[in-house]
């Protein structure tokens, strides 16, 4: 059996149960959400996970943190609920390590440190973009008057977009994350398990999440870029992860934005027919 939980108005874990329903697969959702909230209880003692009274005893799992309820509702209580269920699971799961779950290994680790990754992307030879972790005002000014930079924030959970002038000449209240401006197509490339997939993105805005016209077509994986992607999640522990490339406009090379380990999959798999849902079930069920 296969367990799903998370939320259930999220795209992903809708779309990998239909695929497993699809091929046969047993699985029992534990979703939360708009559909009402499922009756857990982990009887830590006896190592017991039951759901609506039902044992719970099954091969693999696959969990996600639910940001959808958040979105559609902007009530902060629905972050705090989503946080607490995944919470509870999780530590079910890393209590049970002869359950599979994609990146066990980086389970209870927390969310992905940003300027981190970028670090260690260049330990293992990948290229990034000109970048600087900062708050200096002057600084950032300097830069957004080229028209050459971008911004972020360091913890996510907010777009990229242009580097504005502040005319601040002292230091904001935070840092951010300033990155030499890249040209689109974004490449995004998925591992799962010993597979890959590439995908073109193309938008017409900065940060492709904000358009409706963005256009997702597959693309190869540059067979260095995966040795070397391969180096990485290898040293993570991710055995499901997708990572963001652009490109340079210099030099024509591809330059690594950052990695996820939860990443947003139901688009791109639909454009390859199933075929990134398929890899998963295939992973977690071997």
Not at 93 to 111: E, H, S, T, W
Not at 143 to 149: C, G, P, R, S
Request: proline share 5%; net charge negative.
């Amino acid at each position: 059996m296969l367990l799903l939980a998370g939320g259930d108005v999220d795209p992903q874990l809708l779309r990998l149960l239909k695929q497993a329903t699809r091929q046969g697969v047993a699985v029992h959702a534990m979703l939360a959400g708009q559909s009402g909230i499922p009756r857990f209880c982990w009887d830590v003692r006896a190592n017991r996970l039951l759901d609506e009274g039902q044992v719970l005893q099954p091969h693999a799992a696959f969990i996600r943190q639910d940001v959808f309820t958040f979105l559609q509702s902007n009530k902060p209580q629905d972050q705090a609920v989503a946080r607490e269920w995944y919470n509870a699971v999780a530590g079910w799961l890393l209590c049970n390590p002869d359950v599979k779950v994609f990146n066990r290994a980086f389970l209870g680790r927390g969310p992905v440190n940003k300027p981190h990754m970028l670090h260690l992307a260049l330990q293992f030879g990948l290229e990034i973009a000109d970048t600087f972790i900062t708050n200096d005002g002057r600084q950032m000014d300097e830069l957004a008057f080229t028209q050459a930079w971008v911004s972020k924030p360091v913890s996510g959970g907010a777009h990229c977009q242009e580097l504005a002038v502040s005319g601040w000449s002292c230091a904001l209240s935070y840092p951010q994350i300033v990155q030499r401006k890249l040209q689109q197509p974004e490449l995004r490339v998925f591992r799962v398990g010993e597979e890959w997939f590439g995908f073109h993105v193309s938008s017409p805005e900065l940060d492709y999440r904000v358009s409706s016209s963005t256009q997702v077509v597959t693309a190869p994986v540059p067979g260095d870029l995966r040795e070397k992607m391969g180096l990485l999640t290898d040293h993570l522990g991710l055995d499901f992860a997708a990572a963001d490339f652009k490109t340079d406009p210099a030099s024509g090379r591809l330059q690594f934005l950052e990695i996820n380990t939860s990443p947003m999959f139901a688009g791109f798999d639909q454009v390859v027919s199933g075929a990134v849902c398929r890899a998963m079930l295939a992973w977690l069920l071997a």
